[in-house]
């Protein structure tokens, strides 16, 4: 499995708006990883290319800054720390990742070999950030989904996915292997959708 860039023991907490603005220009930087798929054969003929796209998303996630909601109205950003790409283009390469590990597909990737793939994995992010209710500390990533057959334009399957993950606090330290186990759940739970979607059982891949 692949290791984030940096997992430092940082001491920056979250007090209200003020503190969240406060921060220089050096941000660290991380990176979430995919899971580690054991099981690759399927035992299948091979479908020859899957596009996953750039997600899409509002204006506020497109970044790579770590957003955190103090209350529901409120977004804001961890002062001393960011994602190594945007959130869409992690979890681009997470699917990208994840679904590359089987042999299902000849092609993963983020565009086609030639002119068009054989299918299209679209999807939009609505939520990927870290929420604090009371003295709790959630991160809550959202997607929806949706497989297309590039033949004809249609769509073969839609998802809906969301994966809650409680954080030790609020500290940088504690909220990014949240992510990270977060982003995991989340990447295991499309790629499996998305076998099933060309006709593929997970559970016969070894």
């Not at 957003?67 to 790409?85: K, N, V």
């Amino acid at each position: 499995m692949r290791t984030p860039l940096l997992l430092l023991a940082l001491t920056t907490t979250l007090s209200g708006c003020a503190g969240l603005l406060q921060g220089g220009p050096d941000l660290d930087v991380y990176e979430l990883r995919a899971p580690d798929f054991e099981a690759t054969r399927c035992g299948r003929g091979r479908i020859a290319q899957l596009v996953v796209e750039q997600p899409k998303t509002r204006g506020t996630l497109d970044s790579e800054r770590i957003m955190i909601r103090p209350s529901p109205l409120q977004t804001e950003y961890l002062p001393d720390a960011q994602w190594g790409d945007t959130v869409p283009v992690t979890l681009q390469r997470l699917l990208v990742q994840g679904l590359g590990s089987y042999d299902v597909f000849g092609h993963v990737g983020r565009a086609p070999l030639g002119l068009a793939g054989d299918y299209a994995l679209i999807s939009e992010i609505d939520d990927f950030n870290a929420e604090v209710a009371g003295e709790e500390t959630l991160v809550r990533l959202r997607v929806s989904a949706q497989l297309v057959r590039e033949m004809d334009a249609s769509i073969v399957s839609r998802g809906s996915f969301e994966v809650t993950m409680p954080a030790a606090g609020t500290k940088t330290s504690e909220l990014v292997p949240a992510f990270d186990l977060a982003g995991q759940e989340l990447t295991a739970q499309m790629t499996d959708w998305a076998l099933r979607g060309v006709g593929v059982n997970p559970a016969s891949c070894r």
